[in-house]
């Protein structure tokens, strides 16, 4: 198969009208498409279009009316589907705090749909587990239900989720909550992300978590210390902390646009990584209405608000945040789209790059940015026909 394209992007190289040949699931051609070259039958004809590395999305609960916590294969195959339609090729499926049987039941669908490699054949390519709480500080739950949150427990956590620990990628939780250090020592000794969120920790804090692992921040600037000129809390240690990657959703509500940028800024492109932090009411109407265990959300301009008026996840897509990032070039938004993550998740020498031998992960964006098409391993399982 061979696609025709108008220009590519990926986080070494911008060309511009290229044939990209792929065999089974890998790219093992890139060349330039000039006048001598001629069109084939069974081309993909891209030739309007940009195409880059599919976007990786690494904090993502939901999307179309669709949720993780509904704990089955179906929901998480249909949150694949509707992440493709936006460019997505892989994921992680995140949970939020909940009794310990709902979120097993979450990893555990995961889980299986991962080890019998069920994903990615009309859909985005589930990649792992994101356990957001229950470890989190209830100061900061934003929407995470307070009755289910827990003190961090390596035991309780190997008992409760079981064999599931083994696609268990990302741990978010509070390092200052009692019993936080030995956990985060022990994630990290397992090469599991442990990424700090809804938090109040001081940055003296967030410096012995660093000490002990921790290499994230969920979610930045939201659910977590502010910086000050005189305690720079958790957000000034994810704009100062090199060893921190900074989560961050840009959809222009949750963080402001100019501080947005300042952070990226600040720590380098290859510092950030840009997450939806989707919802089930992603791709629905306004005034549509669900529930995040046993906190209700509703649809509002744009937004997923609580009763109260709190933000609660978001409706952004990563294929609006890439376009929502154009201070920065191309090539540095596909680091912040799906660089930064495949480079955490330990497969960046695999995917990511329009080179022969990398699988073949595309978003094929139209000249107005929308997702014309995507392919997982050289498999359309996207295509916009209008």
């Known amino acids: 198969m061979r696609l025709l394209v108008g220009k590519y992007v990926d986080t070494k190289t911008e060309r511009g009208a290229s044939v990209i040949t792929v065999g089974g699931n890998v790219i093992t051609q890139v060349e330039a498409l000039t006048s001598s070259l001629s069109p084939q039958a069974d081309d993909e004809d891209y030739r309007d279009c940009l195409l880059v590395p599919g976007f990786v999305d690494i904090h993502v609960h939901g999307g179309a009316g669709r949720y993780v916590m509904e704990g089955t294969e179906n929901a998480t195959l249909a949150i694949g589907r509707h992440l493709a339609t936006h460019g997505v090729t892989g994921w992680l499926s995140t949970t939020v705090t909940a009794s310990w049987e709902a979120q097993r039941a979450a990893l555990v669908a995961a889980h299986r749909l991962i080890e019998s490699n069920e994903t990615g054949k009309d859909g985005a390519r589930l990649l792992g587990s994101h356990l957001e709480g229950p470890f989190i500080n209830p100061i900061k739950k934003g929407a995470q239900p307070e009755e289910f949150i827990r003190l961090p427990d390596w035991n309780e956590l190997q008992n409760c989720v079981g064999n599931t620990l083994l696609t268990l990628k990302i741990v978010t939780l509070a390092p200052e909550m009692p019993g936080a250090l030995k956990l985060i020592s022990e994630l990290a000794k397992r090469n599991i992300i442990v990424s700090l969120g809804h938090t109040n920790a001081t940055y003296a804090e967030v410096e012995v978590a660093i000490s002990r692992g921790a290499r994230h921040v969920t979610h930045c600037g939201n659910a977590m210390s502010p910086m000050t000129t005189r305690e720079p809390g958790v957000m000034g240690a994810a704009f100062g902390r090199s060893e921190l990657t900074a989560e961050l959703i840009w959809d222009n509500h949750h963080v402001h646009p100019t501080v947005c940028e300042a952070l990226i800024r600040a720590k380098g492109t290859r510092g950030v990584i840009l997450i939806s932090d989707g919802v089930p009411g992603v791709g629905m109407p306004d005034g549509y209405t669900f529930t995040l265990g046993t906190v209700h959300c509703k649809v509002e301009n744009g937004t997923v608000r609580l009763p109260d008026k709190t933000l609660a996840g978001s409706l952004l897509t ?22 930064n993550a495949l480079t955490a998740l330990g497969l960046s020498n695999q995917i990511g790059q329009i080179r022969p031998g990398f699988r073949a992960d595309f978003a094929i964006l139209a000249p107005n940015g929308s997702v014309r098409a995507t392919y997982v391993e050289g498999n359309c399982v996207y295509r916009n026909e209008e």
């Open 318 to 339: 990563l294929d609006r945040a890439f376009a929502n990032a154009v201070p920065f070039s191309l090539s540095q938004r596909v680091q912040l789209t799906s660089g």
